[in-house]
């Protein structure tokens, strides 16, 4: 299924490689974080757990929002649009933040990956 998907052009190997894999930890560890967070809230009845469990992986954002002056702008929206809103473009600066420590080539930190041709026989 493999090789045919490669002989129709489909899959290309080299948008693989492209991908930053640092990225993708990051942009994973914080939906986690979210998900954990979301479970938590909304399997309490105290309302003020379910309100800080809420905010807590927003927490940050909300207040770099409110240093800013533009926290007023989100007083009458959702929590689905807070996290539409400040959630993903978070998810894309911590994936572009890995990128950026792949790519770099005097970055202190790097995660070493066994490599692997999944496209070779």
Do not use: H
């Amino acid at each position: 299924m493999l090789e045919a998907l490669l002989v129709l052009n489909v899959l290309k190997p080299k948008y693989v490689q492209r991908m930053s894999r640092t990225g993708v930890i990051f942009c994973l560890v914080y939906i986690m974080i979210i998900s954990a967070c979301l479970i938590m809230a909304y399997s309490t009845t105290d309302y003020k757990g379910n309100f800080v469990f809420l905010q807590l992986p927003l927490a940050l954002q909300l207040a770099m929002l409110d240093t800013f002056g533009l926290y007023p702008l989100l007083k009458d929206i959702s929590w689905i649009g807070a996290y539409f809103l400040i959630g993903i473009p978070t998810a894309l600066l911590l994936y572009f933040l890995g990128a950026l420590i792949d790519r770099c080539p005097c970055c202190p930190i790097k995660l070493e990956y066994k490599k692997y041709d999944y496209f070779e026989k």
